[in-house]
Every structure is written in C-alpha cells, then in structure tokens.
C-alpha cells in the first residue's frame, strides 16, 4: 500500500510498503481523512527519521473506519467510525516518529486495547469533517492555557487552522471579544464567519491602534497599552512575540502554541515590569479528542477546511500548505 515517509531533510516520498500486521490487542483502521500542516513541514525540512533512522512516516490528522481489530480490544468493533488519537511516548507517536502514519490507505492503531486511541465519531458528522478533531484539540488546549473566559479580551495572533481553532473554542464558550490578525484576507474572512469581532491585517495601518479600539487601553509608565488580556500566539512568525511584549497591558497572559523552532530575544524587562505571564500550549485536553469531536457535532466548521487531495496527489498538497498564506485546512483523502 501507499505510505507518505520522509526519508531525509526535505525529501518525502509516497513509498510502497507491506500492508499493516497487526496483533490481539491492535487494530487496523481504513484512513478515509488525513490533515496536514505546518508540524508536517518542519519534520520533512529538517528530516526527521522514524525508528532505528528508518524513514519516518506522516500524518497525525486521521479519521476512518475500523477495519480489524484484535481479540483483546473491547471498546471499538469492525465497521465503526472513528477518529485516531495520535498517541503518547508510552505507545509511540503516529505521524510523529513512530512507525506508523496516517497518510496510508491503512492504519496499524497498536494498543488499542488499552483505551482511549479510538473516538467515536458522531451520526452524522462527515469523515473529513471529523479529521478535524486534532488540530482543533490543539486549539482547545491553548484556549485552557491562557485561561480565557466569555469576557476575556483576546487577541489571536495567525488565522491558520490551529488559530482559527482557538477562536472556534472561545466563540463556543460566549466569548464575543476575539480580535482576529493575519495578513491574509480570506483567513481574514474565515475568522469573521466563525465569531471574530474584527479581524485586522497587520500591514494595513497601527494594528495596536485597531486592536486598542477594540479592547481599550490602559496605563502604563512608558504609554497606554492594548487593554487586551490574554494573546494567543498562532502565527508562528517570530517578530510577533517580541510585538506583544512591547504593547501588551499590565497583567497580560501570553500563549504560545505555534511551532518556533528558532530561538527568539526575550525583553525581560518587559515581562517583569508588566508582571506577564507567559505560558506554552501543546496536544490536547485531558479528555483528549472528545471534546473537539463534540464540538464539531454542535457547530458547522467544514469552512476550515479550504483545500482537498486524494493521497496520490499529496506532493500538490504540500506545495500548496508550503507557499499559500491563504489555505485553511489542506486534507488528504483516501479513496
């Protein structure tokens, strides 16, 4: 079968390898959706190699529908429709290292037995759709990091999926007061379907004048500041957390959930004279993909998803997440 592997710094391949052989406590589910996104990008551009140095197969988005399962695995039957929780150390990461990935026809769910690999997807909910679950249980547990509540003054810096799923989260939740910024004018567009009260391009004028009428200033002894009281950090751009630093309020809590790979200066002084909190958001809540898979049964989010691939098409895919500023959610599906 078909298997998306990176085999060295910026070579990825559709290989051909050996269909899964799973045991008694594992399953195999048929992949009909599988995200990708910037995690993906970094792992083939610095090369990242699976177990033992062998190349190391992609995709940690999935949804399908369980095809085997083994004799000790109680929870899931076959025929059910299921969204993959990517997994943990303990049980190895799928698409992230391991030796499985989703971006395959099938997909080898090792220790299903134990629980919690496999989420029910909803009556109703469109396989694809429930692809979603991940990047927007991403989304869910930044938003449970900078502890925003339906009043909380929030700022989302990168409208891209994993930003786009924080404010889904916060809209969800009654927050009618997240400032949306990106450049990008159809992620612009997207942000304001989905609850946005504004959504601001960062090149067009002083964003902090913009985000200040939004939320309000307040004092401080260098100038009045953004009144905003929590930023999420979802663009990955470097220059962005520095920015904040610089204009955010007394007391302001910062979360950071995109991927910096690079080191970026800090202004301490900042941070202690405004007494900042600065927090990193990684994975899931502890409910794990549940919570998302809720979510995307009480509210339409199929806009997210801006682009689709089959599997054999994923180089054009990758081309596209690559160099678009304007792509939502790119998702390759199985035939």
């Known amino acids: 079968m078909k298997q998306v592997r990176v085999h ?22 048929r992949i009909a959706a599988c995200g990708i996104c910037g995690t993906d990008l970094k792992y083939i551009s610095l090369g990242f190699s699976g177990p033992g140095g062998s190349p190391m197969p992609l995709g940690h988005e999935m949804a399908g529908v ?6 000790e695995v109680t929870d899931v039957a076959v025929g059910d429709r299921v969204v993959v929780h990517p997994g943990d150390d303990d049980l190895g990461r799928i698409g992230n290292g391991s030796a499985e990935g989703g971006l395959a026809p099938r997909l080898l769910v ?16 469109d396989l694809t759709v429930a692809a979603l679950a991940e990047p927007l249980a991403v989304g869910m547990r930044a938003v449970e990091q900078s502890e925003a509540g339906p009043d909380t003054r929030v700022v989302i810096f990168g409208c891209g ?5 924080c404010l889904a989260t916060l809209v969800d939740r009654g927050n009618a007061r997240v400032v949306a910024v990106d450049f990008s004018e159809r992620r612009r567009h997207l942000a304001l379907e989905l609850g946005a009260v504004t959504a601001i391009d960062p090149g067009a004028g002083d964003m902090w004048d913009r985000i ?18 929590v930023f999420i950090e979802a663009s990955g751009a470097a220059p962005v957390i520095g920015d904040i630093l610089a204009h955010a309020r007394i007391g302001a809590h910062v ?12 202004s301490f002084l900042m941070v202690l004279m405004k007494q900042l909190t600065i927090r990193g958001a990684m994975e899931y809540p ?8 809720d979510l995307l049964q009480r509210r339409d989010l199929s806009s997210l998803i801006t682009h689709r691939f089959d599997l054999d098409r994923f180089d054009d895919a990758l081309v596209l997440l690559a160099g678009s500023r304007d792509c939502g959610k790119v998702m390759i599906t199985v035939p």
Do not use: C, K, N, Q
């Not at 369980?66 to 004799?71: I, K, L, R, Y």
């Not at 502890?286 to 898979?293: H, I, S, V």
């Open 8 to 29: 060295g710094p910026a070579d990825v391949r559709v290989d051909e390898i050996d269909e899964p052989r799973p045991g008694d406590r594992d399953a195999v589910v």
């Open 66 to 71: 369980v095809e085997w399962v083994g004799p």
């Open 110 to 125: 090792r220790e299903a037995a134990r629980g919690g690999r496999l989420h029910p997807v909803p009556p109703g909910l």
């Open 161 to 165: 999926p994993i930003g786009l799923a």
């Open 212 to 229: 200040a009428s939004v939320h309000g200033s307040e004092p401080f002894m260098l100038g009045p500041m953004a009144g905003t009281d």
């Open 255 to 266: 979360t950071v959930v995109a991927l910096h790979t690079d080191d970026i200066p800090v």
């Open 286 to 293: 502890e409910a794990g993909l549940a919570p998302a898979l």
